[in-house]
T-cell receptor, first 113, second 114 residues
Framework: DAGVIQSPRHEVTEMGQEVTLRCKPI?????LFWYRQTMMRGLELLIY????????DSGMPEDRFSAKMPNASFSTLKIQPSEPRDSAVYFC???????????FGSGTRLTVV | AQSVTQPDIHITVSEGASLELRCNYS??????LFWYVQSPGQGLQLLLK??????LVQGIKGFEAEFKRSQSSFNLRKPSVHWSDAAEYFC????????????FGTGTRLTVIP
């Protein structure tokens, strides 16, 4: 298995633009998590899905952030419009229910200028 | 409310020296505890976890951690550090029931000098 795959690895965009981050979880994993990592706040959970259904999105900072999981093999995190304070590394992770064996992707480093 | 504190932002050790990274947690229930390692530009890799039973747990790469309930601590140790251990280390706590997510500490960056 190739692990959790995130794309792009790096994204530089201008303030006000729409940004879409992508994640492919490990096949068979029924939980998917989106985390954001910044120097100031560390790793924060944004949202997680179980069987493609959003369970807890209380960590999503603002309405500018949205996440979807249209099927078991794909999820997106969208920021519209983007702002410089959104600059961070965004991680996707997946696991099988009943197990705490999280597998993290390599992350997407987002820079908003 | 749950929280994880890693009081050391940055630690420098000599290669071959012993290592201890501190982690304290605050949790309303009996927690699951984890240590992850993050190499530059990489995702997080699980080093070890504690669910129950023996309070001294062994992990990968020669790491171990000890759960001390009375001190609400879960410190990570390694008897002899290798240069390849230089990375960022995260302690995390999760619930045994209910919510399924992990709460992470802010991390400790480890530098290894020759």
């Amino acid at each position: 298995d190739a692990g959790v795959i995130q794309s792009p690895r790096h994204e530089v965009t201008e303030m006000g633009q729409e940004v879409t981050l992508r994640c492919k979880p490990i096949s068979g994993h029924d939980y998917l998590f989106w985390y954001r990592q910044t120097m100031m706040r560390g790793l924060e959970l944004l949202i997680y899905f179980n069987n493609n259904v959003p369970i807890d999105d209380s960590g999503m900072p603002e309405d500018r952030f949205s996440a979807k999981m249209p099927n078991a093999s794909f999820s997106t995190l969208k920021i519209q419009p983007s702002e410089p304070r959104d600059s961070a590394v965004y991680f996707c992770a997946s696991r099988i229910g009943g197990s705490y064996g999280y597998t993290f992707g390599s992350g997407t480093r987002l820079t908003v200028v | 409310a749950q929280s994880v504190t890693q009081p050391d932002i940055h630690i420098t050790v000599s290669e071959g020296a012993s290592l201890e990274l501190r982690c304290n947690y605050s949790y309303g229930a009996t927690p699951y505890l984890f240590w992850y390692v993050q190499s530059p530009g990489q995702g997080l890799q699980l080093l070890l976890k504690y669910f129950s039973g023996d309070t001294l747990v062994q992990g990968i790469k020669g790491f171990e951690a000890e759960f001390k309930r009375s001190q609400s601590s879960f410190n990570l140790r390694k008897p002899s550090v290798h240069w390849s251990d230089a990375a960022e280390y995260f302690c995390a706590v999760g619930a045994k029931t209910g919510a399924n997510n992990l709460f992470f500490g802010t991390g400790t960056r480890l530098t290894v000098i020759p």
